[in-house]
């Protein structure tokens, strides 16, 4: 059985001090060295309170603190850490919680969370955080609005329809569902625009929207919001840190003799970018002939149609990774080479899409 938290190792291998951050809407839990959890306001004033506490406990060279991402409220956080210089480290939260496992934490509160964090920081492998910039931070909070929108788009658009079937209802239900349905789309317009203003004003970001809208199925709606999720991560990813980042790395599982399951992705990456390729890879199947043939060969081996659609979606960030790095437009003869017979084949398809 594991010792309690509070007996385990209060330092890293390399002598630095770990400190663990349990975020919450209102409330910071931290676990800083040998001592007990203490609790701090998620204000600005609360993050000054932490960064004097680091420097009680040797300043920021001497610590590095591991807090789970929790989107908004941890954001503000980090970036406070990271300009006072204070190494910091996001975790993914199913990582995190694999290891309280790991550690035998049959209880959780918020205080003992932010010692399985501050333990992650002493024995884990520490990876440092890099911020985005202003502007991908804006792109992303337009991204992800704009599609929990269209979420509740599509929600009032089958309460419209089940309202337009029931003669009980009254028309004012109706009425207001439309209304509702209406003032969601301009909000979804204002959105686009001022998603669209955004990257035109970045040089970067408008050289990669355009490098995304020259492959295959990407629409202006997915081309933003694949654009703003591959804007978070740090310049110096390869490909399998985006796979793997994407959550789109296959997971095995094999055991002796009797258990042989299917491999399936890891999922313990970005849900919001595998969302984002999702719809494109079904287009490209339709309407791009190498994809396509991709697609239907993986078939032939004996894959399941989903299986088959997310190695196309891990195709199609294959091109993207090296379309962003060479600078070049889509080139699907670069990802699957069809056989002639094939090319063939597939060409009256793609004429008629």
Known sequence: MSKPPQQRPVRTATGLIPCGIEVSHHTLHVALGPYAPRSFDNTPAGHQAILRAIDQAGGPGRVRVVLEATGRYSLDLALTLHGARVPVMVANPRAVRHFAVALMERSKTDPLDAQVLREYAARMPFQKWQPPSATALKLVAIARRWGAVTEMITAEKNRLHAASLSGALSGYVRLEVTRSLQNLQRSVARLQRAAEALISDDAELFERYQLLR??????????????????????????RQWVATAGLDPRHCDSGTSVHRPARISKLGNAHLRHALYMPALVAIQHQPHLRGFYLHLLERGKAKMQAVVAVMRKLLHAIYGMFHHHQTFDGSKLYALPETTSAALEPAVACA
């Open 214 to 239: 020259s492959i295959p199925g990407f629409g202006p709606t997915s081309a933003v919001h694949v654009l703003a999720e591959l804007s978070l991560l740090a310049p110096d990813l390869d490909i």
